[in-house]
């Protein structure tokens, strides 16, 4: 059983900045792609970010391409989301997840099986 704790959320004014942070338990973290995803009242859960079980690959929705960065601390067993020049339409619960097949990474949140329980980020104007 893998656990996933995310920390790192709050309250931010727009133009902003926040880190993420994602702590997995077990032995096997290096060997997953991770992903983070996010879900604001009233909408379905979106795909932010995902890198690859190296970390050398990362993938970015384009609705937060050039702001947002994914990175991972295979060593630490943490993924991080570090968010810049963040809007009011940012504003979600932010969630970590790890995908299920070894070292592949994908986009579709139902590629992925363990999750965390998330965070809240609120980005006023």
């Known amino acids: 059983q893998v656990q996933l704790v995310e920390s790192g959320g709050g309250l931010v004014q727009a133009g902003g900045s926040l880190r993420l942070s994602c702590v997995a338990s077990g032995r096997t973290f290096s060997s997953y792609a991770m992903g983070w995803f996010r879900q604001a009242p009233g909408k379905e859960r979106e795909f932010v970010a995902a890198?690859?079980?190296?970390?050398?690959?990362?993938y970015y929705a384009d609705s937060v391409k050039g702001r947002f960065t994914i990175s991972r601390d295979n060593a630490n067993n943490t993924v991080y989301l570090q968010m810049s020049s963040l809007k009011p339409e940012d504003t979600a619960v932010y969630y970590c997840?790890?995908?299920?097949?070894?070292?592949?990474?994908?986009?579709?949140?139902?590629?992925?099986?363990?999750w965390g329980q998330g965070t809240q980020v609120t980005v006023s104007s």
């Open positions: 997840a790890r995908d299920s097949v070894y070292c592949t990474v994908r986009v579709a949140g139902s590629a992925y099986d363990y």
């Open positions: 890198i690859s079980c190296t970390g050398g690959n990362t």
